[in-house]
């Protein structure tokens, strides 16, 4: 996953010891690391959260984020991590990195968490790719093993079957809870013999996942699972989440129910901006930021105030970028901006100048913006 910069929190580094490295497929391996008792409460993480690597190459040092693929009660890291190419980080790792090394592990965060319901019956879909996997085999594992009544459907995209990393993991899942969860596998570049399940995983897919494998009554097209449907996990690359995401929203899923992560840099907004809004240009910008102060001019308010930092480069905290989970919440000191969408801060927060950047339209020729909360 890409560097994420957590809101208003310094990252505590330990060294943990490494208790096992394997590799999954011809480019993906997972790392597992022991966490000592002493260590316990410091680790103590949710599903779907991620810990950062602080490792030595070629004289520098290295930090890179990566999405735990245990569960909270396997009281264990472990990664699951591709290698892109011969010189990236990864291989680095995996080349230079020996059972029982130590390595610097950063304390777990994020947010591409669920509020666990132990005694609803609920109805879970997931969409992962590639690698993107990660959270969400740790988001089964804990679900399935946790919350007894809840049904999962796991829609998992890669280029080719030799290229599923933890395949085996995932069918023991399947066989060990057939009743709760149903994994369905796509291959981009390789023929299945049923177009369904070849090509990428996308909105024409979304479709088609719910009106064929997601269907109850053959003889009526909008009797299906998907109504039922109440939390979606989607982690992948940044177009197939905006695809994804933006296929379920319209498929009558709230945003609020939408959780995804993403896997790389992607500065679009993931739903697009549905108002139309005065076109302001050269838009003025103070910021503070991690005790630094920032000014910046934005082109226009054509996109929204954080997408417009990111594409900028500066670090500006985010996560879900859809108002939902609050990392990018900032207070408005000076100017005008309208928050198109907010489910996180309560109206009290929002009278008293709260804003979320990833929901923010600039409506003022100048603004002062500071993210540094306490
Ligand atoms: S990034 Fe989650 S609310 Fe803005």
Not at 189 to 194: A, C, D, I, P, R
Request: proline share 3%; glycine share 6%.
């Amino acid at each position: 996953m890409e560097n994420l910069v957590p809101k208003a929190r310094q990252i505590e580094f330990h060294r943990l010891k490494l208790a096992k490295k394997q590799e999954l497929t011809k480019n993906t391996f997972s790392l597992e690391f022991e966490i000592p008792s002493e260590l316990a409460s410091q680790y103590d993480f949710e599903a779907g959260q991620y810990i950062t690597l602080k490792f030595e190459s070629e004289g520098k040092i290295i930090q890179k984020d990566f999405s735990m693929t245990s569960a909270p009660f396997e009281k264990v890291i472990t990664l699951g991590i591709k290698i892109n190419s011969e010189e990236s980080f990864a291989n680095t790792l995996f080349q230079n990195l020996k059972v029982g090394d130590e390595v610097e592990v950063s304390e777990p965060r994020g947010r591409f968490t669920l509020i666990a319901k132990p005694h609803e019956f609920r109805t879970i879909v997931a969409f992962a790719g590639g690698i993107g996997i990660t959270p969400i085999l740790s988001h089964l594992k804990n679900i399935l093993r946790t919350e007894h009544r809840t049904r999962l459907f796991l829609f998992y995209g890669n280029r080719t079957k030799k290229e599923v990393a933890f395949k085996q993991e995932l069918e023991e899942l399947v066989q060990k809870y057939p009743d709760r969860l149903e994994i369905h596998y796509f291959y981009s570049q390789e023929k299945v013999g049923n177009g369904l399940f070849e090509g990428r995983l996308d909105a024409k897919k979304v479709a088609l996942i719910i009106n064929q494998i997601l269907q109850l009554d053959d003889t009526d097209e909008e009797s299906t699972i998907w109504d039922a449907v109440d939390a979606v996990l989607i982690c992948g690359k940044g177009e197939m989440i905006k695809s994804i995401a933006n296929a379920c929203y319209h498929h009558g899923i709230l945003k609020k129910n939408i959780h995804f992560e993403l896997f790389e840099e992607f500065n679009e907004d993931i739903y697009p901006i549905e108002k139309e809004f005065p076109l302001i240009n050269d838009i003025s910008v103070d910021f503070k930021l991690f005790n630094n102060e920032y000014s910046t001019t934005l082109k226009d308010n054509k996109i929204k105030l954080l997408q417009q930092l990111l594409i900028q480069k500066f670090p500006v905290p985010y996560s879900c970028k859809s108002g939902i989970c609050g990392s990018c919440e900032c207070i408005l000191e000076e100017g005008e901006v309208e928050l198109l969408e907010n489910e996180y801060l309560t109206t009290k927060e929002e009278a008293s100048g709260r804003i979320l950047a990833c929901m923010s339209v600039v409506l003022s020729k100048k603004i002062k913006v500071n993210f540094d909360l306490n």
